[in-house]
């Protein structure tokens, strides 16, 4: 007659205990810290200076994602239109748009745009000089609404990084 190889249905003491397990685990667990993605803006011949920055941030803040391009087109080229809507999709996918200002960032139409673009769609800006310089030039659409480059300070940053994302 009957064996003993059936399924095992638990009974009311046995879900009260997972229920409370499962509660503890709940409020046990940490807040995930959100990640913020962040679009650079910078001048192509500024690379080298670029990636060290990107390695010091992410050591300092491991929630950041990247999100940039180096453009060696001209601005005003054929294919210019097309190049701004890939640049607006990545500036509207980030949290804050983060210009790192080299000695000639000034004169980069590119960066000027995506400084106002930035703007425009609503996304704190935040800029960087990358040298300790004071012949180099800001660029004009900072100039204009009135956003001070900050020193290549990693704590300050993310701390500037957290503000903008979270009035923007």
């Known amino acids: ?51 060290l920055f990107r390695g010091q941030a992410k050591k300092e803040n491991t929630d950041l994602d990247f999100i940039d391009f180096s453009l060696q087109v001209p601005f005003k080229s054929e294919n210019a239109e097309y190049i701004q809507r890939g640049i ?19 004169r980069s139409a590119w960066v000027d745009w995506e400084i106002r673009e930035s703007l425009r769609l609503g996304k704190g800006v935040i800029a960087v000089k990358l040298r300790e310089d004071t012949s180099i030039r800001t660029p004009r659409a900072l100039i204009e609404h009135g956003i001070e480059p900050l020193s290549w300070d990693q704590k300050r940053i993310s701390q500037a990084i957290q503000e903008a994302a979270e009035s923007g």
């Open 1 to 51: 007659m009957g064996g003993g190889g059936g399924t095992y249905f638990p009974g009311p003491t046995d879900i009260d205990r997972l229920e409370d397990i499962a509660r503890r685990e709940i409020k046990e667990k940490k807040l995930l810290k959100p990640r913020r993605r962040v679009f650079l803006s910078f001048r192509g011949r500024d690379i080298d200076l670029v990636n």
């Open 88 to 106: 607006r999709e990545r500036i509207e996918n980030s949290s804050v748009t983060i210009v790192l200002i080299g000695e000639t960032t000034y």
